[in-house]
């Protein structure tokens, strides 16, 4: 999988990506990424990106002419996506289908300012994504949730494989049960008795309905959803 990510902060990248188990698949070439700096595309020597807003009103607009000539210096693009409150939140769902091709390519064009011209959008065919309802300073944030979530469920990324995402929330349609380790007594807590008991199916069912409780109490929605 690829990723050319359109930012003026090239320098963020691979940042949080590097490390952990997504790090080590960018090292063993499971995914890659080109971080291309919008500002080489400015209109001027000070590295204009931005202007003022047609029809007034505070904050700047990353300019269509850079976009465009950024978008443009691309060879391979893929699917365009640009982060904005604007899109559709991104669900675990949609982070499955994005990762279903291990050859995908995307580019990631993260905004700063107020946003993007929205003849970009326009022209290019852009999808827009949201991580979520909150206003972020930039879409860089954003492009790494994007990275981080898709290749985390690509095969050999994680150890256990495809058996650990597949338990996760919202993998199974709800949130995760509690989770215990070692050692079996700490400060007075004890694990619960039936995951020492070895009894597979006991295990299951406790876990089942932990996770329905959970989900019941914290997060109605997702029931409702399915
Ligand atoms: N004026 C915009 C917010 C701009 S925030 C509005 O009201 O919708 C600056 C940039 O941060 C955006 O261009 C976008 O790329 C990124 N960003 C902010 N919040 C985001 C979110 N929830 N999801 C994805 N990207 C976001």
């Given at each position: 999988m690829?990723?050319?990510?359109?930012t003026?902060?090239?320098?963020?990248?691979?940042?949080?990506?590097g490390?952990?188990v997504v790090g080590?698949?960018?090292?063993?070439?499971?995914?890659?990424y080109?971080?291309?700096?919008?500002?080489?595309?400015?209109?001027n020597?000070?590295?204009?990106?931005?202007?003022?807003?047609?029809?007034?009103g505070a904050?700047m607009?990353?300019?269509?002419?850079v976009?465009?000539?950024?978008?443009?210096?691309?060879?391979?693009?893929?699917?365009?996506?640009?982060f904005s409150?604007?899109?559709?939140?991104?669900t675990?769902?949609?982070?499955?289908e994005?990762?279903?091709?291990?050859g995908?390519?995307?580019?990631?064009?993260c905004?700063?300012y107020?946003?993007?011209?929205?003849?970009?959008i326009?022209?290019?065919?852009?999808?827009?994504?949201?991580?979520?309802?909150?206003i972020?300073s930039?879409?860089?944030?954003?492009?790494?949730?994007?990275i981080?979530?898709?290749?985390?469920?690509?095969d050999?990324?994680?150890?256990?494989?495809?058996?650990?995402?597949?338990?996760?929330?919202?993998?199974?349609?709800?949130?995760?049960?509690?989770?215990?380790t070692?050692?079996?007594?700490?400060r007075?807590?004890?694990?619960?008795?039936?995951?020492?008991?070895?009894?597979?199916g006991?295990?299951?069912?406790?876990?089942?309905?932990q996770?329905d409780?959970i989900?019941?109490?914290?997060?109605?929605?997702?029931?409702?959803?399915?």
């Open positions: 690829h990723f050319n990510i359109l003026i902060f090239p320098e963020l990248f691979p940042g949080t990506l490390a952990g080590r698949a960018l090292n063993n070439g499971i995914w890659s080109d971080a291309i700096n919008i500002r080489d595309f400015a209109i020597n000070y590295g204009s990106v931005d202007d003022e807003q047609f029809g007034g904050g607009v990353m300019r269509p002419d976009l465009g000539a950024a978008l443009d210096s691309v060879k391979k693009p893929g699917r365009i996506i640009y409150p604007r899109g559709p939140r991104l675990q769902h949609m982070v499955r994005f990762a279903a091709d291990a995908a390519v995307y580019t990631l064009l905004g700063r107020e946003g993007i011209d929205q003849r970009v326009e022209e290019y065919d852009i999808m827009e994504l949201s991580i979520g309802d909150y972020l930039g879409g860089e944030i954003a492009a790494e949730v994007f981080d979530s898709c290749v985390r469920v690509m050999n990324v994680l150890h256990g494989g495809s058996d650990t995402t597949a338990n996760e929330s919202f993998e199974i349609g709800g949130l995760e049960w509690p989770l215990y070692r050692p079996s007594a700490w007075g807590r004890n694990v619960p008795e039936v995951l020492l008991s070895g009894h597979h006991n295990i299951e069912r406790w876990r089942k309905q996770s409780d989900t019941k109490e914290r997060r109605p929605d997702l029931i409702k959803e399915k």
